[in-house]
């Protein structure tokens, strides 16, 4: 069991808890003032290791309460179309953070610490706050453009859905970003050396796989190639938010 830290913006309460000396959210809090609307598929586009359940101690009783990650909430806010996410952001990076990160916990800084160390704590806060900051601003246009970009249905090849994620201003590029969704375990090179989808990733509705052929130059006969990988609309939103997410990480 862990205690809450509560914090109050604009008059709404964010809880927070620290994790092996790591700040955490509750999701439901920051859901509510980022205006998501559905927090169970907003939890679903964060990695597992951005997302979980954890016991805390209410005024009442213990529950488990849905919580998110630094990294987490940094991308629960480039999802949220709310105009007041930019001014939440910068609460959160230049008072919420800097105190946790200040004792690892929301408290004054203890007795036995030296004014030096006190200190230097308190300019490491700062600097970790505005390279946050910094990220955040940079990434938070490509945001507001997703929508136009990615509202259609279907599913696209992977050369043109780099070009959909790098006007999102994510940087990669046809063979990068076959790499990049390798690295998350969505793809794996076939027997002839051509990129498969794992059937995870498709189950999920992150790929496709679209059967191709071509006819024999001498034979004339159908010849079935390789299935070819695409990227589907949610495949692409989820890349956005966990590419974006590794952007932001300091």
């Known amino acids: 069991m862990t205690a809450l830290d509560i914090f109050t913006y604009s008059g709404q309460q964010v809880r927070t808890v620290t994790i092996d000396s790591e700040p955490w959210f509750v999701a439901t809090d920051v859901a509510a003032i980022l205006d998501l609307g559905n927090v169970h598929s907003s939890l679903a586009l964060l990695d597992d290791d951005e997302r979980g359940l954890h016991s805390v101690e209410t005024a009442s009783s213990t529950q488990a309460a849905a919580v998110v990650s630094e990294s987490g909430l940094y991308s629960l806010i480039l999802r949220s179309r709310k105009a007041e996410a930019k001014a939440f952001k910068r609460w959160l990076t230049h008072e919420v953070l800097p105190a946790i990160r200040k004792t690892g916990m929301y408290s004054t800084a203890p007795a036995e610490l030296s004014r030096l160390e006190i200190l230097t704590m308190a300019i490491d806060s700062e600097r970790r706050a505005v390279t946050a900051e910094t ?7 490509s945001a507001a453009a997703w929508d136009e970009l ?4 279907g599913d696209y090849e992977v050369a043109d859905a780099a070009k959909i994620l790098a006007r999102a ?7 990068r970003l076959f790499t990049q969704i390798a690295d998350l375990g969505w793809i794996l090179r076939g027997s002839h050396g051509s990129w498969k989808a794992y059937q995870s990733a498709v189950d ?8 191709v052929k071509h006819f024999h ?3 004339g006969e159908v010849v079935l190639d390789p299935p070819q990988v695409r990227v589907t609309v949610k495949g ?5 938010v966990r590419l974006g997410a590794l952007i932001l990480t300091p």
């Open 236 to 240: 692409l939103e989820r890349l956005r």
């Open 135 to 141: 990220a955040v601003a940079a990434l938070t246009p």
């Open 217 to 219: 130059p001498k034979s």
């Open 204 to 211: 999920s509705g992150y790929l496709a796989e679209k059967p």
């Open 169 to 175: 201003g994510i940087e990669t590029g046809r063979q």
């Open 150 to 153: 990615a509202s259609a249905s």
